[in-house]
């Protein structure tokens, strides 16, 4: 049990489609995050959520879209994907902001997405 | 160039070996992280460190803040100890990922 559960855990979508991934922390995390991780590259930071607030967007296309209902709750909404979209999105918390600078990230397992 | 790179990017031992992965990193840091990920995806955090050394159990960790790097060493290597490990830093608020080292132990 991680505390940090992520659904689904594969999804295949082709690009004309429009999904969500789910996470979800009963950890009393403050922070919450959205990672990308492709295949032999390192994680890269998507989002960041304090305090339900979006206090940053790395660069990322319009086609990913967060939301953040209330602190225990993220989304990642997708639409019109590329193939070059498929990889494992992980979703993180921590208590306190600072991208595990302050206090240790908690991962969730992952949605392993692949785009046809 | 990766601020984090990390070696071996692959690493085969044999059950009981003693394992050491390394990572260095090129900008000021304010923490250091290893981390733990399994087949399946999911990332655990093993260590935090900003200076010397941290144990927990068979895993040892160490940083020298001077030479900007550290390393983590796995003694009596098990099977199960079979996954990829990520260093990470922390510079400001934000974290920075190497490439990960892929290790497998044999049986």
């Known amino acids: 049990e991680t505390g940090v559960t992520q659904t689904p855990r594969h999804l295949v979508m082709g690009m004309t489609n429009k999904k969500s991934l789910k996470c979800e922390q009963h950890l009393g995390h403050n922070a919450m995050y959205w990672y990308k991780q492709s295949a032999k590259k390192p994680l890269e930071l998507m989002f960041v959520?304090?305090?339900?607030?979006?206090?940053e967007n790395n660069s990322v296309p319009s086609r990913f879209s967060p939301e953040c209902p209330n602190s225990s709750h993220l989304f990642l909404h997708l639409h019109t994907l590329q193939p070059e979209d498929s990889a494992l999105y992980l979703c993180?918390?921590?208590?306190?902001?600072?991208?595990?600078?302050?206090?240790?990230?908690?991962f969730g397992n992952g949605t392993r997405l692949t785009v046809t | 160039k990766n601020e984090v790179e990390q070696s071996p990017q692959n690493l085969t031992a044999q059950e009981g070996e003693f394992i050491t992965i390394n990572c260095s990193y090129s900008v000021g840091i304010s923490a250091l992280h290893w981390l733990q990920q399994h087949p399946g995806g999911g990332i655990v955090s093993l260590f935090m460190?900003?200076?010397g050394k941290k144990k927990h159990g068979r895993l040892i960790a160490t940083i020298n803040i001077q030479e900007k790097h550290s390393s983590l060493h796995i003694t009596a290597s098990h099977p199960r100890d079979s996954a990829v490990y990520i260093c990470a830093v922390n510079v400001d608020n934000d974290m920075r990922f190497g490439a990960g080292t892929r290790l497998t132990v044999k049986p």
């Open positions: 460190l900003s200076s």
């Open positions: 993180a918390s921590s208590q306190n902001p600072g991208q595990g600078a302050n206090s240790p990230l908690h």
């Open positions: 959520y304090n305090f339900k607030e979006q206090t």
